[in-house]
């Protein structure tokens, strides 16, 4: 049996597997990364990996729900330091969020998305929520500073989530394409998405 780890030590294997495993997710994908390889990059054995996570797939989705919280935090944070530029920021996140995240390929790829299919209706639930309940805080903060945004918070994340696509494709696209593309686009959804705003946001 696996011996028992001392919580210092718990934390940092947990740390180690969490850095093996975006490493290997990144560069290799799911199903090339084995518990083997993730378990020796921590200094633990096979066995022991199952002490922390319960399987390779788990995670990989544990590295997603991370990357998701502090990109969550840092977008809250740019709101609140500047609300006016909200949706800017909102809109430039969603289309650099593949560039950003070395993993949200990985779980836009086929294999990736078998998985996220694979999970309970309570993991699908609380993946759509997180962003629900981050762009219902943003609309809070907005109106809070006077800038009304003219949809839903429902169709402000179908927006949102389209866009990562777009940024996803970037390579098909052209590099040098998609930037103009998000050029134009980021004064074009911010006008229609506060049209009809009687907030002087919508005139600037």
Known sequence: MPRAFTADEATSIRAKL?????????RMGIR??????????????????YNFFDSKESLFLALLEDHEIRAHAEVEAAVRTDPHRGLDTLID??????QRNPLLPVAMSQEGLRLLHGMTEAQREAFVERDVRLVE?????????G????VSSTVLVALLRSLVF????RGEIGEGLTEELATWLTPTLR?????????TEAVR
């Open 18 to 26: 969490l850095a093996a495993g975006e490493e290997s997710f990144a």
């Open 32 to 49: 090339r990364t084995t518990v083997e390889e993730l378990a020796r990059a921590a200094g633990v054995s096979k066995g022991a990996f």
């Open 93 to 98: 996140t969603a289309m650099q969020a593949t």
């Open 137 to 145: 805080r943003i609309l809070e903060r907005l109106r809070q500073a």
């Open 147 to 150: 800038v009304h945004v003219s």
């Open 166 to 169: 777009v940024g996803w494709h």
């Open 191 to 199: 006008a229609a998405l506060l049209s009809g705003s009687s907030s």
